[in-house]
């Protein structure tokens, strides 16, 4: 495999992916970087291991270990393979991942969603405002 990559990028949320470029760009003029990508189907269910067993089957391919940087839900799903496999990973770089990194903004939105008998729209307005979840 020609150019095998030194630093791999995670990214499970198409949404970030233009916000990655200027970071990436930057990485690149360093060291040689790859950019592993998954996308759930709206049908799958929502779990982490389709998913890391096809980002372990990727790393396999690689003969050294990886620099792994993730952004938010890339960088949890970095964290949990390098706990899984720590022999395929030089380093971890963790972007916007909190200190209880399967705790995000989406589990305080289903939380409320349970608690509050409330609109969608007020849910995620309250979310916005609430300051204990930055």
Not at 56 to 76: A, E, F, Q
Not at 77 to 94: C, D, I, K
């Amino acid at each position: 495999m020609p150019n095998l990559p030194d630093v791999l990028w995670l990214n499970v949320n198409p949404s970030f992916k233009y916000f990655d470029r200027p970071l990436l760009h930057d990485l690149a003029q360093h060291q040689t970087v790859a950019q592993w990508e998954y996308y759930q189907t709206l049908d799958e269910p929502s779990s982490f291991e389709i998913t890391l067993t096809l980002l372990h089957d990727y790393i396999k391919c690689c003969n050294h270990p990886l620099h792994l940087v993730g952004h938010s839900t890339s960088g949890l799903l970095g964290l949990l393979y390098a706990q899984r496999h720590p022999e395929r990973v030089r380093s971890l770089t963790l972007l916007s991942v909190g200190i209880q990194p399967a705790i995000d903004w989406k589990t305080h939105y289903y939380n409320y969603r349970r608690l509050l008998p409330c609109p969608q729209q007020k849910i995620l307005h309250r979310i916005v405002g609430d300051t204990n979840l930055i």
